[in-house]
């Protein structure tokens, strides 16, 4: 029997696996392995999504992509990897992202047993994590960096979502290190990326981006002074790079007397900027003529500047076609940082760091480590026989969640889920699908179906993702058909402005009239410190959680589990000795 082994490990749950349609979204580094270990567990079903095209970088640790497959579609490729592996699964490629509601209406997910992330990114996790709480379906989240790995269940509503602990934000420098006074190399590329390369080349800067007095966190009048001057005169020079002819290489002189040396000379002029440290030194140096340069020896400052000049004429002219953004792959953009970082690091006496070294930090590479995401996916997989048992609490306790271990002699250590956070802004907003035919009804339609389902008084608000559509001082809307306002896939959230009943969030969902779904919209419970202050104060206006939305979060890569909180004091997780499971390899 073809899947005899499977029945020796798992008996007759192997039937269910074999019944069950499993969505895999991202086929990359954990991807790849997943789904080879879902092909092994003889899932009737496997759906391979991602919105990528295969990369060099991609062949080290994504094995089931070859040198021939490169810019043809992930998802495309892994499916067809695999055709010759003896399995009986259907599978099933999708090439998009998992965010376009286009492509991935609800119904989409609704087909599915079990959903497992192999994401890269927080963004899309927290839509998937969305998306299973608006759904229920299990969602099997997995994430690895480096040596680290970590693999988290989730039953929606039941156990922590991927929201109910807040995940680290990207470490940040202060503007006056970036913009006066760096002392280290990452402060040099961080300038040359995130603050250089938009103001050159990116979209026409408004005046909300302007950098204000308040943004410098300096009492240095002169400094701030010399800051704000240097920006507004850097607002000139994207001028010059737009309207930058084919071959003129003239414009890029102007942009390095600016930044290498007339901003050096303002700086140097606030003496008190150099009492404790070394003064820099504007630029005084020619280009050399470069041809090919070896991205791991280090390069002189001539050569660094002969760089800077080629990377900046080709991208203005790159510009003409459309918008260039910074990329680790894109060459280009690449040899710009690292130019422009080298050339600050340069006047700074800071040493300066190879072209390979300056596109790990710039890119944020930690590098992928294949057998991590082997392991992980492994975990994954097999977490995944858990949502086969008959009942929730079946399903709950006996699932595990595995990370790293940061002990020798140990590699991975495992613990049981964790109920679900009261104050996570996922999980403790009442949800539900909504569905509609947005042609056939007004915002008002709407608005009165949910008064009158809810119970909530006249006053309530309704938005769709940041945009109000109505509430009692803005009723513009009230007579507009829905289909022009709101679309289907996107998350309306309803709001009491009494105060009074807990704040909805709906799911749009096509539907030929007007359905709302079943829900227990209760009275709002007011958290103890909120009843204080409210007391003390009696006309202060209580923010509720209404309009936090998980897609607003955005930092770093990858599931962490530092719990440093402002939705409430961070669980901390103590593991008891018989808990915590400990596996030795
Ligand atoms: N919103 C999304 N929709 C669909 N797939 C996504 C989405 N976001 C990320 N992915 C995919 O998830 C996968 C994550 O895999 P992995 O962490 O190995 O990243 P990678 O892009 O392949 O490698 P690297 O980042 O190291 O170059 C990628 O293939 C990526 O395209
Ligand atoms: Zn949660």
Redesign the pocket.
Known sequence: MYDSHLRKIFGSQTDQFRQSKVLM???????CELLKDLLLMNYGEIHI????TI?L??LN??FLFRQKDIKKS?AMTAQQAVGHFNHASKLVAHH????DTNMFPLSFFTQFDIIFN????L??RF?VNKIALFTKIPLIESGTSGLKGQVQPIYPYETECFACIPKEQPKTFPVCTIRSTPSKPIHCITWAKNFLFPQLFGDDVSDQDKLKPQDIESDNKAEIEALLKESNELLDLKVLVNEAAPGDKGFVSKIIEKIFEEDIERLLRIETLWKTREKPEPLNCEPVKIKSLDGQKLWTVEENLALFINSTSKIAQRLKQGPVEFDK?DEDTLDFVVSAANLRSYIFHIPMKTKFEIKQIAGN?IP?VATT?AIMAGFSALSSIHAFHATMQEKVSKSKMVYDSNQPSRFVNTSGLAPKNPKCPACSVTRGIISIDLSKYTVDGLRKAIIDKYGYSDDIGIAEGTRLLYDYDFDDNLEIKLDKVCSYGNVLFISDADDELDSLELLVDKGDKLELPELEVSAKVVPEEKKEEEDEEDDLIIEGDDLIMEGDINGL?GPKRKAEDDMGPAKKRKYTADEVEVIEL
């Open positions: 979204v991202g086929a990359g580094g954990i991807g999504l991602d919105l990528d990369d970088s991609n640790r994504q992930k998009g992202n998992i965010m192999a994401l890269d990114n963004e899309a839509y792959d590479i992928a995401n890569d």
